[in-house]
């Protein structure tokens, strides 16, 4: 299981807010620039990513019942702005479906400071908060490290099976 019930909820209720899960954006020319035509975007919120690159884009997240079936594997996968928001519970699940999923290149971004958002529940939107060195050493027990890239609040990594 990736996510529970009850979190799911919550995030259905905190996607109906038209500014929740659309920081992918900033992250399209990076995207573009990796040549890649089979990507899918995982925790793909308001599917920025879809309509900015159209139809190579496979949209996948759990709490938007239009976009939550199970993906299949894709040569690229995003995974941006999503990690720090999984139930510490599930994050090594979260971790081995990702790996299911990238048949060739990931990339993903992660916070690692809390989030300007509160859930309805009153918890803050990043419910697992770690540090890079944290995260890494989850990742890299699933993945080949190609490029770390560290900067203030967050991190991004580009890995590969």
Known sequence: MLISDTYRKLNEEAHKDE???TTAGRFIPIIKSLGFT?????????????KSLGKIVTSYDPCIPQISKKPK??????????????????????LDDLKRVVKKKGFFVVSTVPAIKILSDGRNAHLTVRPAEWWLEKILKRFKLERFELSKGEFAVFVYV
């Open 73 to 94: 594997p894709h040569d690229l996968v995003c995974c941006l702005d999503v990690l720090e928001h999984v139930e510490p519970n599930y994050v090594d699940h979260v």
């Open 38 to 50: 089979d990507i899918l975007d995982y925790g793909a919120g308001k599917q920025i990513l879809k």
């Open 19 to 21: 500014n929740w899960g």
